[in-house]
């Protein structure tokens, strides 16, 4: 009627120590716990790396299926009467002023212009005062050119403020003030 007693390496069964549901519950729970935590972490590290990788790589693929990513090259930013002045040195053609925008940013990233972005061809000198900047055309071209000059009135939007010019197919340029 009695069981045999197995032999454990010198220890028999009956002396072997109980583990109560509670510690077994216990351990169960803090593995659970730490898998978790683990999946969590591998899932944090798989999305990050993607988001820099989508970074990285963003200006490399061709959305548009127009070809090679062109950008717009201005001279090196210069002080002038009050102003920052860029010109044009550059830009490919087909670029028409009513399609290209420009947004200027403080240095945490907030929009600093009373629109998110504004169209160059609404940078005129008749909106000074409501903008800040003037895109000044070259000649009567309705595109972007180069000899155009884009004025920027540096004490609405100082040293360390930084714009970007984009269309729909991307950023065209940008750069810091100062």
């Known amino acids: 009627m009695y069981a045999k007693r197995k032999d454990f390496g010198g220890t028999t069964a009956s002396t072997l120590p109980q583990q109560s549901a509670q510690s077994v519950d216990?351990?169960?729970?803090?593995?659970?716990?730490?898998?978790?935590?683990?999946?969590?972490?591998?899932?944090?590290?798989?999305?990050?790396?993607?988001?820099?990788?989508?970074?990285?790589?963003?200006?490399?693929?061709?959305?548009?299926?127009?070809?090679?990513?062109?950008?717009?090259?201005?001279?090196?930013?210069?002080?002038?009467?009050?102003?920052?002045?860029?010109?044009?040195?550059?830009?490919?053609?087909?670029f028409a002023l009513a399609n290209v925008t420009m947004t200027i940013y403080d240095s945490g990233g907030t929009v600093k212009m009373p629109m998110s972005s504004i169209q160059l061809s609404r940078l005129t000198a008749a909106n000074w005062s409501v903008y800040g900047v003037v895109y000044q055309k070259k000649g009567t071209e309705d595109q972007v050119v180069p000899g155009a000059i884009v004025l920027v009135n540096e004490s609405r939007y100082p040293a360390g403020y930084f714009y970007e010019i984009s269309d729909t197919s991307g950023i065209l340029a940008n750069g810091i003030f100062g």
């Open 26 to 94: 216990s351990e169960t729970s803090v593995r659970r716990r730490t898998g978790l935590k683990l999946a969590v972490a591998l899932v944090s590290i798989v999305v990050v790396s993607a988001a820099v990788g989508w970074f990285i790589i963003r200006d490399l693929i061709d959305f548009c299926g127009c070809g090679e990513h062109v950008f717009i090259d201005f001279s090196s930013m210069q002080e002038a009467g009050g102003n920052w002045s860029m010109s044009v040195t550059s830009a490919p053609s087909g």
